[in-house]
């Protein structure tokens, strides 16, 4: 089971058909999207719930969610995968750091990880304007909720699962050090030999890869991930 997840910004994941999808489906995954609070999908207090001072919201929904849905039986507690991308990659930050043992695998696109250090950096050009997302760490009350719940605040000495880790040279929204450091991080810190892999496009931004075939690249790159973990093909470490 993939369990993907968003939450910021009042955004509504709608359940639309997808062709690649199907790659998934025909090899016997389910595909689950998490409408959790921070997004838009059940009007402008669900969203208002899952911002500012209420950001954890967002977290415990996904994480109840993934519970939820392996007690239903739609999915194996020892095959359940994660993913996210930009502040859906904060979510899948979160989620590994308090429940690490709930993943097999996760993957983590372009994600926003170190929360208090962007959003003190008023060069970023749009760091100010996130303001009315997640507030300024400028105001102390806001600084220490940031810093309980940055992924890159909160690795720790632990086990984690499996994963996968994408950013974009020239992507403006999320630099691609953010997540290079938080992979750093992890990997001077975690007491595990799972795979901890960290793909740098060259070329693309935010957005991935541009072009209908070359974006179809990064989705083959990622569903080989998750197809190969839960089929067992993947090495526990990566070969020397």
Same mark, same amino acid.
């Given at each position: ?48 719930? *899952? ?77 100010? *304007? ?76 935010? *957005? ?9 690249? *990064? ?22």
């Amino acid at each position: 089971m993939l369990v993907y997840g968003y939450g910021s910004y009042g955004a509504s994941i709608d359940a639309d058909f997808s062709f690649s999808r199907l790659s998934l489906l025909d090899r016997g995954f389910v595909y689950a999207i998490v409408h959790v609070r921070g997004g838009g999908e059940l009007g402008q207090q669900w969203y208002e719930d *899952g911002k500012f001072l209420k950001k954890k919201n967002t977290f415990n929904d996904y994480l109840d969610a993934c519970d939820a849905l392996l007690k239903l039986g739609y999915g194996s507690p020892s095959l359940c995968y994660a993913m996210g991308g930009s502040a859906g990659g904060m979510l899948m930050g979160v989620a590994i750091n308090q429940r690490p043992e709930l993943f097999h695998g996760v993957i983590a696109q372009v994600p926003f990880v170190d929360v208090v250090t962007t959003m003190l950096d008023e060069s970023i050009p749009l760091t100010t *304007g996130e303001f009315e997302e997640w507030g300024n760490p400028q105001d102390p009350q806001y600084y220490e909720y940031m810093k309980s719940y940055s992924p890159y605040d909160n690795v720790t000495a632990q086990a984690y699962p499996h994963l996968l880790v994408t950013t974009g040279l020239h992507d403006s929204q999320v630099q691609y050090w953010e997540p290079a450091k938080w992979v750093a991080k992890l990997r001077e810190l975690k007491t595990d030999d799972h795979l901890l892999l960290l793909c740098t496009d060259m070329d693309s931004g935010h *957005g991935g890869k541009s072009g209908r075939f070359k974006s179809y690249e *990064g989705v083959a790159m990622e569903y080989a991930f998750l197809v190969a973990l839960a089929q067992g093909t993947l090495p526990a470490t990566p070969a020397d």
